[in-house]
């Protein structure tokens, strides 16, 4: 079974950058597509980003484009998002999410409903 957890989450200042990373154990990534989903509090759960498994096909939100960077590392079971040019609004808590379904080229990697596997979370905060 997988389990995803979440790590690198925290609090800084608008125009800072966070890396969180997504460590898989229970299986081997290379068979997943995987995402990246927040909520900020009151709002719905949103995808930002998603790759495919062998990383050829990658999807961002409008809301993250240009500033958040996805990526993975099969050979280490890791996932990877790096978040630049933060601000507030960017405040969530972040999900890491797999599927062994191609849901990046069938273009529903935003969809929350799609996503069978998901770490608990971690927070980020942007914060003056």
């Known amino acids: 079974q997988l389990q995803l957890v979440e790590s690198g989450g925290g609090s800084v200042q608008p125009g800072g950058s966070l890396r969180l990373t997504c460590t898989a154990t229970?299986?081997?990534?290379?068979?997943?597509?995987i995402g990246w989903f927040r909520q900020a509090p009151g709002k719905d759960r949103e995808g930002i980003a998603c790759?495919?498994?062998?990383?050829?096909?990658?999807k961002y939100a409008e809301s993250v484009k240009g500033r958040f960077t996805i990526s993975r590392d099969n050979a280490k079971n890791t996932a990877f998002l790096q978040m630049d040019s933060l601000k507030p609004e960017d405040t969530a808590v972040y999900y890491c999410?797999?599927?062994?379904?191609?849901?990046?080229?069938?273009?529903?990697?935003?969809?929350?409903?799609?996503?069978?596997?998901w770490g608990r979370g971690t927070q980020v905060t942007i914060s003056s």
């Open positions: 999410v797999a599927d062994k379904a191609t849901l990046v080229d069938n273009g529903v990697g935003f969809s929350k409903w799609e996503w069978d596997y």
């Open positions: 229970g299986s081997t990534l290379d068979v997943y597509d």
């Open positions: 790759i495919s498994r062998a990383g050829g096909s990658i």
